[in-house]
């Protein structure tokens, strides 16, 4: 009697948001600190919050260049007033005596018995270089008050805040050329399979069947140091069971994380699940999203305290570029502290037809036209990168939905998922 085949028993996709909590819980920030100049900040990610030891403005200055008065002295515009001093910024002036003005530049301090600035546009200078003031100032115009930016005390940034330029200026006003941040995650990247070449080593008539150029190594690299990690390029690693697992402990002993493109399917040649399971463990996954489904998340080392994070990408550059976005993006913010990882989609017009309704979550490239609404890149196959290059955002696409031009989408731009 022949047996009944046994049948394979596939888990269930995971979906995204469980897929991404799953993995962000693995990620706690990294103890390390360091100290960088203001200057160099850019980027980086604050370790301890910043507290201002002054007021922003330290004391009352002027808005404008113009004449600091008495708005007492002025109840009727048109008087001239003879000019009793000039305070230019960076200086300080005396009380301002009764029944004079003062000639005041942007910046500069606002002097004792002043109550207001008129700026020069509504002032006219005499002859005998009186001044004679056309308006009726109200108390308190074009004054800037001591600490009406930032108080003594004040938090002014937040630890896990990434710094932008406006916040490196906050920093500097509040006297801050050091500041302290998270280290930078070391990643170890490198890619898994024999078919691939590394551009300039073969030209493009001369590459044999099967064979591609290694595309997804030159965008992991960058998306990586965009998000401010130091890059060790590992190249690619054969497509043989003991090379694999010789490359996962060498890059483990000195890396935070190990990112790999390719290899995390279930084919014969893919040897990175049983190389990893040898050295720590793995789950690997099957995310219901498209595209994007395979995906792997784990640990290469004796412990928590010794070995680095492992996640594996998908090998088709589409997919691999999306789940770097979507799941890679947050787990590195989060390695460095950044309190805020998720990015919220927001509303708009799709100027396409989809009626391709896929049971899994899509990422749709679109591109955003003259009208304001999107339009989508025509082939959407997790091969095409043309699409990642030519749109500027995806739009996130809830499971069985077909999408009809006018109907309200939820898009998110490359400009937020790459800043």
């Known amino acids: 009697?022949?047996?009944?085949?046994?049948?394979?028993?596939?888990?269930?996709?995971?979906?995204?948001?469980?897929?991404?909590?799953?993995?962000?819980?693995?990620?706690?920030?990294?103890?390390?600190?360091?100290?960088?100049?203001?200057f160099e900040a850019d980027g980086r990610v604050l370790a301890q919050d910043l507290v201002s030891g002054l007021h922003v403005p330290p004391q009352d200055n002027s808005a404008m260049d113009g004449y600091a008065v008495r708005c007492a002295d002025l109840a009727q515009p048109g008087q001239p007033l003879p000019v009793s001093q000039r305070i230019p910024a960076g200086s300080s002036g005396s009380a301002l005596a009764a029944m004079t003005v003062a000639?005041?530049?942007?910046?500069?301090?606002?002097?004792?018995?002043?109550?207001?600035?008129?700026?020069?546009?509504?002032?006219?200078?005499?002859?005998?270089?009186?001044?004679?003031v056309n308006t009726?100032?109200?108390?308190?115009?074009?004054?800037?008050?001591?600490?009406?930016?930032?108080?003594?005390?004040?938090?002014?940034?937040?630890?896990?805040?990434?710094?932008?330029?406006?916040?490196?200026?906050?920093?500097?006003?509040?006297?801050?050329n050091v500041l302290t941040v998270s280290a930078r995650p070391k990643v170890a990247l490198f890619s898994t399979g024999d078919e691939l070449v590394m551009p300039g080593t073969v030209a493009p008539q001369d590459?044999?069947?099967?064979?591609?150029?290694?595309?997804?190594?030159?965008?992991?690299?960058a998306l990586l140091q965009r998000l401010g990690c130091e890059v060790s390029d590992l190249g690619i690693v054969p497509d043989n069971r003991a090379a694999t697992t010789d490359a996962l402990r060498a890059a483990a002993a000195q890396h935070d994380l190990i990112l790999t493109s390719g290899g995390v399917s279930v084919g014969e040649e893919d040897h990175i699940k049983p190389a990893v399971q040898s050295l720590g463990h793995l789950d690997l996954w099957q995310i219901a999203i498209k595209p994007g489904k395979p995906f792997a998340y784990g640990w290469v080392g004796a412990g928590a305290e010794a070995g680095a994070?492992?996640?594996?990408?998908?090998?088709?550059?589409?997919?691999?570029?999306?789940?770097?976005?979507?799941?890679?993006?947050?787990?590195?913010?989060?390695?460095?502290?950044?309190?805020?990882?998720?990015?919220?989609p927001v509303v708009a017009r799709a100027d396409f037809t989809w009626s391709r309704a896929d049971k899994r979550r899509e990422f749709l490239r679109v591109k955003r036209n003259a009208a304001g609404g999107l339009d989508l890149f025509p082939n959407q196959s997790s091969g095409v990168l043309t699409s990642a290059v030519w749109g500027d955002g995806l739009v996130d696409n809830t499971p069985g939905?077909?999408?009809?031009?006018?109907?309200?989408?939820?898009?998110?731009?490359?400009?937020e998922l790459l800043a």
């Open 1 to 38: 009697m022949t047996p009944t085949p046994t049948r394979l028993a596939f888990k269930p996709l995971k979906p995204l948001n469980d897929a991404l909590a799953q993995l962000l819980a693995h990620a706690q920030p990294l103890a390390r600190t360091e100290q960088v100049a203001t």
């Open 103 to 132: 000639r005041i530049f942007t910046g500069a301090p606002i002097p004792a018995g002043a109550d207001a600035v008129v700026m020069q546009e509504d002032c006219a200078v005499q002859a005998d270089a009186s001044v004679k």
């Open 136 to 176: 009726a100032p109200q108390p308190g115009q074009w004054i800037r008050r001591a600490g009406e930016d930032v108080s003594r005390g004040a938090v002014v940034l937040h630890k896990g805040e990434r710094l932008t330029p406006a916040s490196l200026g906050l920093a500097a006003s509040v006297g801050m």
């Open 207 to 221: 590459m044999p069947p099967g064979a591609i150029y290694n595309s997804n190594r030159f965008f992991l690299k």
């Open 309 to 344: 994070h492992f996640i594996g990408l998908p090998g088709n550059p589409v997919s691999s570029f999306v789940t770097f976005l979507l799941l890679v993006r947050p787990f590195l913010l989060k390695l460095q502290g950044v309190s805020q990882v998720a990015i919220e």
């Open 401 to 415: 939905q077909t999408i009809a031009p006018g109907d309200v989408v939820r898009f998110v731009s490359f400009a």
